[in-house]
């Protein structure tokens, strides 16, 4: 079923090293009439496969993907651009006849699209986010979180102020319209279902350390070292969670050891936020992922959409 030119839509979110994608191809090959969307910032890089659990070549054509390999490393991309190009993808998979599935943890990519937030009118002013980032660069992402309490304290208290791109991004938006609540979102058109995956916290760290080994293992070093050769080794986009420090190693400032266990807890770190996040959505059917999640996940979107087609 479809409304407004799109299709109906299951959102599959939740923190890193989850299970997501796998969950989302299992769910494909029953389906089988669907097509997947990834909503996870780093995938947007082309290159950058093994660190960003990218799914394989062998696994698209078995399902069609979007969302991935958009732009190089060295493009900038931001949620606007995200949120256009999944929604021409699901107005492509609207026409097809097929349902959506949006699989990600970057939970402002999953707002933009399944809660229809306006983006398209975000303030940008190009000298100004040059002179933050110089600001950044000079004075620590303490002095511009600090700043931005004092400038903007509803805008500070809605933003990471460890994350020093969202730190430049909130002050440039107060700089430039105050610090006023953003737009209300409009909705998503057609029927939508959320659906989540948790991990009870000492397993989740398991998980995430073995995960971050297996990359190890599986080519990070190598891959890093491709995109060190071809890129600007300090590019935002290479500042990611597993690349930063597989470019260290390639440059002989740490062994893999430490890349390894740097790279744990920077990801331990970001499934916190993540959780932290996720926790504020309204309307997520949570499954736990430590017992296999698929039949549960399976009752959930089958009962979905049989609603959704007698609406």
Known sequence: MQRGGLPTLIVIAGATATGKTRLSLRLAGVL?????????????????????AKVSHAERKLVPHHGLDLVDPDEPFSVSLYQRHALDALASIAAHGKVALLVGGTGLYLRAVARGVPLTNAPHDPGLRARLEADLAGLGIAALATRLAAEAPQLAARTDLANPRRVVRALERATLVGDGLPPEPQGYPAPVLWLGLSVEHATHRVWIANRAAGQYAGGLLREAAGLASRYDPDLPALSAIGYREAIEVVRGRRTTAEALAETIVRTRAYARRQRTWFRAEPGINWIDAVHDPFPAALVLVRRFLDSARDA
């Open 32 to 52: 089988g009439n669907v097509e997947i969307i990834s909503a996870d910032s780093r995938q947007v890089y082309r290159g950058m496969d093994i660190g960003t």
